[in-house]
């Protein structure tokens, strides 16, 4: 029996890192790294975060790596990288930038709460966590060691006060808290405060709603639409092989995956906003708010758990139905 491929350890993947120095020099040179004042070993240290987080529990080749790193939001990465190392240009870049946008979220996650979080504080109070300040001193706390690059800077910080706000719904005991299978209550611990980086104690809940979810609104869509996520997701076919498949122009076969998936992720929000899941036993699920949806789709991206492979499994084709009846 061919024997399991073993995780990456961190050494291994360094190493790998290392064969591909010149891909890292270009991708420091590319970005703004000069204007934050990132040096090139601050950056790679930067980028060996983000690998040891992605790759540390699975195998990884040198040419998945590559193609990781092409997938970086690379520019966030350098900004948030600049800004933990105490970058005065990268800071004010950053204040100037996201201040507005951290009020504007957070207004949108707060939004008919009836906790009656204040936005303007829930957001102001990120900063000094982005900052790293411990008891009014600048510290190595930096929440920025957290990001990665994985998503758009943007998005991460939406999450980030996704957490803060349902943290201090709970903290007021207004939360509304996920039953154990038991039917118990679970509440967070006294341990963890909202400044803790610690892992949410609901991310597996949220992981599961979204799931079902996602299964639900896949059986709704369009027999064409659904085909073509799954040529595209569990077939791994190239937009040119999927419109031969489909009968449409490459062109056609990009805009309109672009749709679907636009389409899907709506209906995906609108079903965890509702809880409602046609056709499913458990009948209405708790609604979840604008925050909880938005930690349901990071923490799905952060921990890919969507297999489309299972969600559309291959069909046996009629030969290899044949072979079977005949070797039985």
Request: aromatic fraction near 8%.
């Amino acid at each position: 029996m061919a024997q399991e491929p073993t995780p990456n350890s961190h050494t291994s993947l360094a190493l790998l890192l290392r064969e591909l120095d010149p891909r890292v020099t270009s991708l420091h040179v590319c970005s703004r790294a000069s204007e934050w004042k990132l040096t090139r070993s601050q950056f790679a240290a930067a980028l060996e975060r983000s690998v040891f987080k992605r790759f540390a529990e699975s195998t990884v080749s040198r040419e998945r790596l590559e193609e990781y790193l092409e997938t970086l939001h690379v520019d966030d990465l350098v900004l948030a990288s600049a800004c933990m190392q105490g970058s005065e240009p990268a800071w004010e870049y950053f204040v100037q930038t996201y201040r507005g946008y951290l009020r504007a979220a957070a207004g949108s996650l707060s939004r008919g709460s009836q906790a009656g979080t204040d936005a303007q504080e829930l957001a102001d109070s990120l900063f000094a966590e982005l900052f790293g300040l411990v008891d009014g001193k600048r510290g190595e706390a930096s929440l920025f060691r957290y990001f990665h690059g994985r998503s758009s800077l943007k998005t991460w910080l939406r999450t980030v006060l996704a957490q803060r706000h349902i943290d201090s719904l709970r903290q007021s005991r207004k939360w509304q808290p996920f039953e154990r299978e038991d039917g118990e209550e679970e509440t967070p611990t006294a341990t963890q405060k909202i400044s803790s980086p610690a892992p949410d104690p609901h991310r597996s809940r949220y992981l599961q709603r979204f799931r079902l979810a996602l299964s639900e609104c896949l059986e709704a869509l369009d027999r064409q639409d659904r085909k073509r996520l799954e040529l595209y997701y569990a077939r791994e076919k190239t937009l040119a092989e999927m419109g031969r498949l489909l009968g449409e122009h490459e062109s056609s076969s990009s805009r309109n995956l672009e749709r679907t998936r636009r389409e899907l992720r709506a209906n995906v929000e609108q079903c965890l906003r509702t809880g409602k899941h046609t056709g499913d036993h458990h009948g209405r699920l708790p609604p979840l708010s604008e925050a909880e949806i938005t930690l349901c789709f990071q923490y799905a991206a952060e921990d890919v758990p969507i297999d489309f492979r299972q969600m559309f499994p291959e069909k046996p084709s009629s030969r290899s139905v044949d072979r079977r009846k005949e070797s039985s």
